[in-house]
């Protein structure tokens, strides 16, 4: 299995970017999953997941964000808008609940 993250980078507050994760080992389409985020020091925190169509976010990118996934690219997105200086942390992709295993993220950096 491995969780392909990409397209973080450096951007500034009110601009936007958008994720992407590539997914082997099995199908998406067929799990629900989730983009999470950590910042250094805390947990890993959902921010958003989808499941048979329906999309679920954390309160704080609510509005912001959006989750998508592309079945037969067996590839998620994260169309992230408005970024704002705390959204900036390291962006994983997983089923959720998570697997053990995860990618090594990639990591999104929103300047004031």
């Known amino acids: 299995v491995q969780l392909q993250a990409s397209g973080g980078g450096l951007v500034q507050a009110g601009g936007s970017l958008t994720l992407s994760c590539v997914v082997s080992?099995?199908?998406?389409?067929?799990?629900?999953m989730a983009w999470y985020r950590q910042t250094p020091g805390n947990e890993r925190e959902l921010v958003a997941g989808?499941?048979?169509?329906?999309?679920a976010y954390a309160d704080s990118v609510k509005g912001r964000f959006t989750i998508s996934r592309h079945a037969m690219e067996n590839t998620m997105y994260l169309y992230m808008n408005n970024l704002k200086p705390e959204d900036t942390a390291v962006y994983y992709c997983?089923?959720?609940?998570?697997?053990?295993?995860w990618g090594q993220g990639t990591q999104v950096t929103v300047s004031s």
């Open positions: 080992g099995f199908t998406a389409a067929y799990y629900p």
């Open positions: 989808i499941n048979t169509g329906r999309t």
């Open positions: 997983n089923q959720r609940p998570a697997l053990s295993i």
